[in-house]
């Protein structure tokens, strides 16, 4: 069954970094543009960053200059790589592949 498992969620103080990881399935990753969204309580879930196959990369210009995606082709995981954390990117992080599967969500609280 394809599915998406995300990991590296927590709690950071204001000014840190985190980096989440979401592992796929070969048949959901491999030639799939890949997209990490949040959703905050109370608003709309947002995409935060997406890349292609190709490594062509897109962000939110909430998190442009902070937020890096990435992805590990023969791991099948695409990563975001996220520093100068704000309270305001406090939300639930989804993977998601183009073929409509999504991940089941973690958690990222920025937070003193």
């Known amino acids: 069954q394809a599915q998406l498992v995300e990991s590296g969620g927590g709690l950071v103080q204001p000014g840190g970094s985190l980096r989440l990881s979401c592992a796929a399935s070969?048949?959901?990753?491999?030639?799939?543009?890949m997209g990490w969204y949040r959703q905050a309580p109370g608003k709309q879930r947002e995409l935060v960053a997406s890349?292609?196959?190709?490594?062509?990369?897109n962000y939110a210009d909430s998190v442009k200059g902070r937020f890096t995606i990435s992805r590990d082709n023969a791991k099948n995981t695409v990563y975001l790589q996220m520093n100068s954390l704000k309270p305001e990117d406090t939300a639930v992080y989804y993977c998601?592949?183009?073929?409509?599967?999504w991940g089941q969500g973690t958690q990222v609280t920025v937070s003193s």
């Open positions: 998601r592949s183009q073929t409509g599967n």
């Open positions: 890349i292609t196959s190709g490594g062509a990369t």
């Open positions: 070969k048949s959901i990753f491999n030639s799939f543009t």
